[in-house]
């Protein structure tokens, strides 16, 4: 019998012949039973379900066909040409498909990605989840890099399923992603959107989650992400699979409860190796001084020309900083920089760049350090010491990934060598130790400096880089490895390009947070009495506000040191930088200026300085309030100047405390004195530092607009403290000082255009000033000179000697001989032009004359003026001269 619907059998019989196979083509074709593609999505799940019930042996399979897999799932495995499974993949998919939770460990680029996105494909498969059906998978990453590296494989192996996927990172807009969340079934995020959403995004939910992951789950779970994570975990259904993969697997039993794993399986296939690396990765480690690492960095890459290139460092401020002192010093290949602070756009152009170029230098955080599959890098160099041995199994992972070869060096400060060499061997890490050849060794120190000095932004930039990473060492946890007072900071702010090393409060905070504590603990332990209240109890009281404000609690403040990872980049330090960048630039004049300035201070409190030098034994001292802090460096001031080799090291330890605490007032007694050259200014300096808080330039800027004072002005005083308003000036400056600011705060254009004119005024102005000096000097001359003449007459002529006496003095005016200027008016309209002229002539010649006012400039012009006295022409002259005298008078 005919089938009534020709078109629609021919189409269900088709796709049955094409689906069935020829042995069941002939065996149906009697019967001709037509399956929708419904019943055979069913028929293919009960199939797999079934295999699966059997049981799967991990060692069994070969190849990915030999997993009870779904054909879509295969097909796309092989389009994208993945045919045998690796060891996690053949242990974690088994264990995954049998509907377990998975806790997933093995080394570094052993295919863990896939391990756990064939489990997802196949739990939305066997869940028969549609496009509409929301979200059913959700990975979660700690870094956009790789969820987007873990989105781009998963849409080469998801190619024949019809699920939709999706990014989910930050860096766009919310409203778009908003759109996204509630029709994509497979979510890759990192904790910190994925919470926004769960939070704010109405309609969005997790409930119809079949399958949770979590890669790099260690990380995911540490403290930086511990609240996200809760949060998250309480807006997902509990009736969930979840798969938890890393090279380095938490085994927090407090970590997994959070979770609410039910019988996990532990996969972890290299656990019982020899070593805890990849076998083609070869590590060595070596030992450089902080201060010679910028320069190790350069001869390295020099010396390594065609390689793919890894460079780890603890923060974007260093990143930032280094990668733009190598890309300066041409390393001879491209070089990059991969950070926190760069936008989402550029981080994945770089992660792009990076991995399609072959000779390549990427200097980065430890954004870049987990999961990252950049293909063929030669070298993994740890510039700075990585935190924890599992960050140093990471970032070397970057290099040596799936069956090829590579190496991985360590760089590290001779005190942080045993520590940290111990950790890497008792972590199963075969490292050796190497030396360098410093026959090899270029020093860059020099031009660094160089570059800095002539380059402002360079020097910000190195500061930064100089504070960020001394706040990232005093904050690490390991206090073994990591000791700041080890750190030699003259030296190595001057490898960074600095003059001297910038202030670091967070520092001075913590000293005095610790002194403090300790003294408390002291006198705890003596169960001695409070001390008699003298002026340090009332400072004592101060302190403790202060200390509450941040970095008091060593516990609270210790983390692990870098700022990298998630999308909050360095927060670190940051605070610091407007406030300290006064102090900064102050530095910048030398240290000869800040000799003659910190000179001023012990004088200005000598009891003080007194007093407290007889306590410089005791310890109490370190728990002095500012005030204190900065009479008692009096001394220590003097001797960091006149020995500024004498205490380059910062001892944190107890009996050290003082002298650490001199080298960072130095920088303190600075301040005051250096913004009361600038006025009013001073006030609002002096009224920033006596309470000891710290102001932003911003808040200066703020409070000097709530004044009415203009920034970059000049003011002068007459005698009586008047401002003197220099209406010649403001006239030839015309309206550009008017236009100065702008609404929201100082126009830097504007002003500077305005310097630059004042400049070229005050010029003019400095040389009519010069002019008129000898003007009136050669008049005195010449008066001199006939009252002489007239003297010599007058023995010889009383009549005559009586005229010439009352010529000049019967008037002191020595101008007397010039014309009255009103009786000239007239005379003078018709003779403007040519006073114009002058003034032309004039202007031209300043105009010319940039370097200013030397003597020959003024020598020449006098030669002109020599004209101008009078007796030597007609009267007409000598009234058109006089006229061009009285402007120029006028003028000034
Ligand atoms: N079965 C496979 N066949 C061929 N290549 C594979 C296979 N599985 C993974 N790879 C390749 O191995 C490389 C490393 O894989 P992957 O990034 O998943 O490693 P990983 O274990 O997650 O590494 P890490 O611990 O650094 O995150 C990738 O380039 C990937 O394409």
Not at 34 to 52: F, G, H, M, Y
Not at 190 to 205: A, K
Not at 542 to 568: A, C, H, K, R, V
């Amino acid at each position: 019998m005919k089938p009534t619907n020709g078109k629609r059998f021919g189409q269900a019989f088709s796709f049955k012949k094409k689906k069935l196979g020829k042995g069941l083509q002939k065996g149906n074709r009697q019967k001709k039973v037509v399956l929708t593609k419904s019943q055979i999505v069913d028929n293919e799940i009960a199939d797999l379900q079934r295999r699966i019930d059997e049981g799967i042996d991990a060692n069994q399979i070969e190849t990915f066909s030999d997993f009870p897999l779904s054909r879509n799932t295969l097909a796309g495995l092989a389009k994208a040409r993945f045919s045998k499974p690796t060891d996690i993949q053949k242990q974690a998919v088994c264990a995954a498909l049998q509907a377990r939770d998975v806790l997933g460990a093995a080394k570094t680029g052993s295919g863990k990605t896939l391990a756990f996105l064939i489990p997802v494909l196949e739990a939305l498969y066997k869940a028969k989840t549609s496009p509409t059906f929301g979200m059913a998978a959700l990975i979660i990453t700690p870094t956009r890099e790789l969820a987007f590296q873990i989105f781009e494989v998963l849409n080469k192996i998801r190619t024949a399923h019809d699920f939709s996927a999706n990014l989910i990172i930050g860096g766009k807009h919310m409203w778009r992603e908003v759109g996204l969340m509630n029709s994509t079934n497979i979510v890759i995020c990192t904790p910190g959107r994925l919470l926004h959403h769960l939070d704010q995004t109405r309609m969005f939910n997790a409930d119809e989650l079949k399958i949770l992951v979590l890669d790099e789950a260690d990380r995911i779970m540490d403290s930086k992400f511990a609240k996200d994570m809760d949060n998250i975990i309480g807006h997902l259904p509990a009736e969930r699979q979840t798969l938890l993969f890393s090279a380095t697997q938490t085994k927090s039993v407090k970590a997994l409860a959070r979770l609410s794993l039910k019988d996990p399986a532990y996969v972890s296939v290299h656990e019982h190796e020899q070593y805890s690396t990849p076998s083609g990765l070869k590590q060595s480690y070596l030992v450089c001084e902080l201060q010679h690492k910028l320069s190790f960095l350069y001869s390295f890459l020099k010396s390594h020309p065609n390689n793919k290139i890894l460079v780890f460092l603890h923060t974007c401020k260093q990143v930032r900083f280094v990668h733009t002192i190598m890309k300066r010093e041409r390393p001879g290949m491209t070089v990059l920089h991969l950070h926190g602070g760069l936008n989402q756009l550029r981080r994945i152009e770089v992660y792009r760049e990076f991995c399609q170029k072959q000779h390549v230098i990427l200097i980065a955080t430890d954004v870049a350090c987990r999961g990252l599959d950049f293909p063929n890098v030669n070298w993994v160099v740890q510039l700075d010491c990585p935190t924890d041995a599992a960050t140093y199994i990471h970032r070397a992972g970057r290099t040596a990934r799936f069956e090829r070869n590579g190496q991985a060096l360590l760089v590290l400060l001779p005190s942080e060598e045993e520590n940290m060499v111990q950790e890497l061997r008792a972590r199963k890490i075969p490292i050796e130790n190497i030396r360098v050849n410093n026959r090899f060794q270029y020093d860059i120190t020099g031009s660094t400096a160089a570059a800095c000095a002539e380059n402002k932004e360079l020097k910000d930039m190195a500061e930064r880089a100089y504070r960020s990473y001394i706040f990232s060492i005093s904050t690490m946890k390991n206090k073994k490895v990591f000791d700041v007072s080890k750190i030699d900071l003259e030296e190595f702010a001057k490898s960074l390009g600095l003059f001297l090393p910038p202030r670091l409060r967070f520092l001075e905070k913590q000293q005095k947070a610790k002194a403090e504590k300790a003294q408390k603990q002291k006198s705890a332990d003596n169960g001695q009495k409070a001390k008699p209240p003298t002026d340090d109890t009332s400072d004592n009281d101060e302190d403790d506000d202060d200390s509450s404000d941040g970095s008091s609690d060593d516990s609270s403040s210790e983390s692990d040191g870098s700022s990298d990872e998630s999308d909050d980049d360095d927060s670190d330090e940051s605070d610091d930088d407007d406030s300290e960048e006064s102090s900064s630039a102050m530095r910048d004049s030398g240290k000869k200026k800040s000799q003659k300035r910190v000179k001023v201070k012990p004088e200005e409190k000598p009891s003080k300085a007194g007093s407290d030098d007889s306590d410089d034994n005791d310890d109490d001292d370190t728990d002095d309030d500012d005030d204190e802090e900065e009479s008692s460096h009096g001394d220590g001031v003097k001797e960091a100047v006149t020995n500024p080799k004498s205490k380059p090291v910062f001892n944190l330890g107890d009996d050290s405390d003082d002298d650490a605490e001199d080298l960072f007032t130095v920088k303190r007694t600075l301040m005051p004195l250096r913004v009361e050259e600038d006025g009013e200014m001073a006030d609002i300096a002096a009224d920033t530092t006596e309470g000891s808080k710290r102001t932003t330039k911003a808040a200066v800027v703020k409070r000097m607009k709530k004044k009415g004072i203009m920034a970059n002005t000049r003011l002068t005083f007459d005698d009586e403290g008047n401002v003197v308003v220099d209406a010649l000036k403001r006239r030839m400056m015309g309206d550009v000082s008017e236009g100065e600011d702008s609404d929201g705060g100082i126009n830097i254009g504007s002003a500077a255009k305005r310097l630059r004119l004042e400049d070229s005024v005050d010029k003019v102005l400095e040389r009519q000033r010069i002019k008129q000096k000898h003007r009136e000097e050669r008049i005195k001359k010449k008066e001199k000179k006939r009252a002489e003449q007239a003297q010599q007459r007058r023995a010889g002529d009383d009549g005559e000697e009586d005229a010439l006496l009352g010529g000049v003095d019967d008037d002191d005016d020595p101008f007397k001989y010039i014309p009255d200027p009103d009786k000239l008016a007239s005379l003078g309209s018709e003779e403007s032009g040519s006073g114009d002229d002058e003034n032309a002539d004039d202007s031209g010649d300043n105009g010319d004359d940039d370097s200013g006012d030397d003597g020959d400039d003024a020598s020449s012009s006098d030669e002109d003026d020599e004209e101008v006295v009078p007796g030597n022409r007609s009267s007409l002259e000598d009234a058109a001269l006089q006229l061009l005298q009285m402007n120029r008078k006028k003028k000034t």
